[in-house]
């Protein structure tokens, strides 16, 4: 099953979007977007298919060869099929754009289309560049911290998942979603609308609080999922009600003591460092 992680790259101030597919371990870039870049056209999409048919002609070669459609987010924030090419199939393209960039553009290509696969070799690259994006972000050393370990705790719970039947993508998503709710009385995308999230992760706008009980909801369905040695989606909706459930009381038990609620419509702009 094809596995993608989505993120903008920049070429001289120029926003490319690009995709990565864990499977063939390679990005897809927009065509169009380096297109965009490559030759500043008022119409790159025109420029593109313009382009396709004379490449067509002179050369009798099918550039969409070099292409695969995959859906990215455009302007207007919804998702569309898109062109995209890997490394190798952009610089087949690039050969057909007159442009004093070109040479400039390979080498950043090279630079960045090689970054993730460095990330895989060696995951501690990965982690100090989620570490230095959050640095950036303004959060303390103690809320990278919990954001980690955070991180740890879901992905050993979505291992559990993926060696016991569950299918990723959408029962990850569904069981995520229950166990949130569970926890937090609100559903993934309630709590994203109280944060006042569209495309955002919601994790990385969470506080310190909403990181742990978050944490402590998702070891807690693990660990009874492992107890109960559940399989497939419908048996673990189970440990996901009940882990989400162990977070909530302690959450209740917290909220009366304190008198402040947990979950909040706070973000990175008004979270404290």
């Known amino acids: 099953m094809l596995k993608k992680s989505k993120k903008i790259a920049i070429f001289e101030g120029r926003k490319i979007r690009r995709i990565w597919d864990e499977e063939k371990e390679k990005w897809y870039f927009s065509v169009v977007d380096v297109i965009a870049a490559l030759t500043d056209s008022v119409n790159p999409r025109d420029y593109w298919f313009k382009m396709k048919i004379r490449v067509k002609t002179e050369e009798r070669a099918e550039l969409s060869t070099f292409c695969r459609q995959l859906k990215m987010r455009s302007a207007d924030g919804k998702l569309y099929l898109t062109d995209t090419a890997d490394t190798e199939g952009l610089f087949r393209i690039i050969q057909s754009i007159p442009?004093?960039?070109?040479?400039?553009?390979?080498?950043?290509?090279?630079?960045?289309?090689?970054?993730?696969?460095?990330?895989?070799?060696?995951?501690?690259?990965?982690?100090?560049?989620?570490?230095?994006?959050?640095?950036?972000?303004?959060?303390?050393?103690?809320?990278?911290?919990?954001?980690?370990?955070?991180?740890?705790?879901?992905?050993?719970?979505?291992?559990?998942?993926?060696?016991?039947?569950?299918?990723?993508?959408?029962?990850?998503?569904?069981?995520?979603?229950?166990?949130?709710?569970?926890?937090?009385?609100?559903?993934?995308?309630?709590?994203?609308?109280?944060?006042?999230?569209?495309?955002?992760?919601?994790?990385?706008?969470?506080?310190?609080?909403?990181?742990?009980?978050?944490?402590?909801?998702?070891?807690?369905?693990?660990?009874?999922?492992?107890?109960?040695?559940?399989?497939?989606?419908?048996?673990?909706?189970?440990?996901?009600?009940?882990?989400?459930?162990?977070?909530?009381?302690?959450?209740?038990?917290?909220e009366q003591k304190t008198g402040k609620r947990i979950v909040n419509g706070g973000n990175f702009k008004m979270i404290g460092k």
């Open 99 to 254: 442009s004093s960039k070109a040479e400039p553009f390979k080498i950043w290509l090279a630079r960045v289309g090689y970054e993730r696969v460095q990330e895989i070799s060696d995951p501690e690259k990965g982690l100090n560049r989620a570490r230095e994006n959050w640095q950036r972000l303004g959060r303390s050393k103690e809320w990278i911290q919990q954001r980690m370990m955070g991180q740890e705790i879901r992905n050993k719970l979505t291992d559990y998942w993926k060696n016991n039947e569950v299918k990723e993508k959408d029962e990850y998503a569904i069981l995520t979603n229950i166990i949130h709710q569970e926890w937090s009385d609100l559903t993934v995308k309630e709590h994203k609308n109280l944060k006042n999230l569209k495309t955002e992760n919601l994790r990385d706008h969470m506080s310190d609080a909403e990181l742990v009980f978050t944490a402590l909801a998702e070891l807690s369905t693990r660990q009874i999922a492992e107890t109960m040695e559940t399989k497939g989606f419908e048996e673990n909706k189970v440990p996901a009600k009940k882990g989400g459930r162990i977070a909530k009381n302690a959450r209740k038990e917290l």
